[in-house]
């Protein structure tokens, strides 16, 4: 069912290929008939070649063959990071070499990885080398002029001979840097409206709109687009489809769904762009030491398929209905391109774009927060989400307020707390602040040079304390306190989420049991 359009191209290029003019000896034989005044419409459009331009035919923009090429080989170009010549060196800034280690995010990869971190620290200029099995690579802290074939070389020779399990769909590694990927579909679709533009100016011959659309009609079927995945992978099954409706609208002159396509193309170079600067600015704190940078697997296989979404489902019953209307139309009209036309009307385009504009947008807004967004691909699965986990941890109003009061000596701890609170002024917390003999104000501030203060800050830090503060009396250290973030009431996102029909879990890190609806 899913072939339906192809039906029409050997007709069709038949007939774009044979020059078509006024025939005065066919109307003549054929009468004052509708089939007569149908034939006077299609053939009066058609005009002969002027001086200088090309006769009609087949689709002859200037170019266009060129831009086919220039698109086929970049796409070649771009291979997938788990592919088989997949480039290794993902990232690298201030002495740090993110190298890809294929295998390592599945728990049975644990072997492979220490053993990437015992070779790779053999090698006289890494200072360190481990193993983040969330990005699927080893971060490798190194001098600037190491050699990268070497280290490359190293990490092939110990994947070769490990039997770690191979990537799944899971386990792809995410790609931190998408620009150059994002780049190729602007690219071309600018290309395709430029030929497209240039086309209808020198009124050159098109392709009919619906062969134009046969790449838009596969990229809407979840099954033929999935079968593409599977066949070349994801990220390259998405540049070979914008691609190819560049080419394909371009050829049909189709300015209006190329413009569509732009803007959603530029959408997502911009979602690229923030995400990879989110992530440069968060990488020197992430993976600062071997400690920050080391990270085990998170990301077990699914032990069933993703469940289609919304547009899934949609465009699968469209598909069916698709193939009614085509047939029904081409039986009672005997027009290949009648049927084409209602074809092309029912493919759920609008569905597709709205929910990867809105995917877009939310990955922009999320990396100008600085937020790092591993997998660009999971913000296209939040149609199918069914349940959701709130950690009360992370909702918090943005106000600082008093946590633990901790006496150092035998003190009335009662008497204490309330001092703390008199004292307590949440936009003073850097500073000290004395009211008769007692003060309130940071450790070092205090200048009280207590073995037992310095241990207790760290205990409560260690529990989540923002800051510590010292409570003094007379000059002795009475009281070590916990600052920490004001919480917001975890009812009000709650409600929200449930309102949505979602089955929502709240509660803290630690806690046996949240608040569920």
Request: glycine residues 12%; hydrophobic residues 45%.
């Amino acid at each position: 069912m899913y072939t339906i359009l192809l039906a029409m191209l050997p007709g069709h290029l038949a007939t774009a290929a044979r020059p078509r003019s006024f025939s005065p000896s066919r109307v003549m034989f054929k009468g004052p008939t509708r089939a007569h005044h149908i034939e006077m419409r299609e053939t009066d459009r058609e005009r002969p070649p002027r001086p200088g331009r090309p006769a009609p035919g087949l689709p002859a923009v200037p170019g266009l063959a060129g831009l086919v090429g220039a698109i086929g080989r970049t796409v070649r170009s771009l291979q997938s990071p788990w592919g088989p010549q997949a480039p290794r060196v993902l990232w690298r800034a201030d002495g740090r070499i993110h190298l890809s280690v294929r295998g390592v995010a599945h728990g049975g990869g644990s072997e492979l990885a220490k053993a990437v971190e015992a070779a790779l620290e053999r090698h006289d200029a890494v200072r360190w080398a481990v193993v983040n099995a969330t990005l699927g690579a080893v971060v490798v802290q190194c001098d600037k002029d190491v050699p990268e074939g070497e280290l490359i070389e190293i990490v092939e020779r110990l994947e070769d001979s490990s039997e770690a399990p191979g990537v799944g769909a899971a386990g792809q590694p995410p790609v931190m840097n998408r620009v150059p990927r994002a780049v190729v579909p602007v690219v071309a679709t600018a290309a395709g409206l430029a030929f497209a533009g240039a086309g209808r100016a020198l009124r050159v011959a098109r392709l009919p709109a619906e062969l134009g659309a046969v790449v838009q009609f596969v990229d809407a079927q979840p099954r033929l687009r999935g079968a593409l995945a599977g066949a070349v992978g994801a990220d390259r099954a998405d540049l070979l489809l914008a691609a190819g409706n560049s080419v394909a609208q371009s050829a049909a002159q189709g300015i209006a769904g190329l413009t569509v396509d732009a803007g959603q193309r530029v959408l997502q170079l911009a979602e690229a762009v923030l995400e990879r600067d989110s992530w440069a600015r968060a990488e020197p704190q992430l993976c600062i030491s071997r400690g920050h940078a080391a990270a085990p697997p998170v990301t077990p296989e699914r032990p069933q398929p993703v469940p289609p979404g919304v547009v899934e489902h949609f465009s699968d019953q469209m598909g069916m209905s698709t193939a009614a209307a085509f047939g029904g139309v081409l039986a009672m009209s005997g027009s290949a391109r009648r049927a084409g036309g209602v074809a092309v009307a029912t493919i759920p385009k609008a569905a597709q774009v709205g929910r990867e504009s809105f995917a877009a947008a939310l990955g922009c807004l999320l990396a100008r927060r600085g937020v790092v967004v591993a997998d660009h691909r999971a913000l296209r699965l939040v149609d199918r989400i069914d349940t959701i986990v709130i950690d009360e941890d992370v909702l918090t109003t943005g106000m600082l307020r008093v946590g633990e009061v901790v006496p150092v000596a035998s003190a009335d701890s009662a008497h204490l707390a309330a001092a703390v609170e008199a004292l307590f002024d949440t936009r003073r917390v850097a500073d000290t602040v004395t009211e008769g003999r007692l003060a309130l104000g940071p450790l070092d501030a205090l200048s009280l040079n207590s073995g037992v203060g310095s241990r207790l800050a760290a205990s409560l830090t260690d529990r989540g304390a923002v800051t510590v503060l010292g409570l003094a009396e007379a000059g002795r250290l009475q009281a070590v306190v916990g600052v920490v973030a004001e919480r917001a009431s975890s009812g009000d996102a709650v409600g929200r989420c449930a309102a949505l029909g979602r089955e929502v879990l709240a509660g803290g890190i630690g806690q046996s049991s949240g608040e569920r609806t």
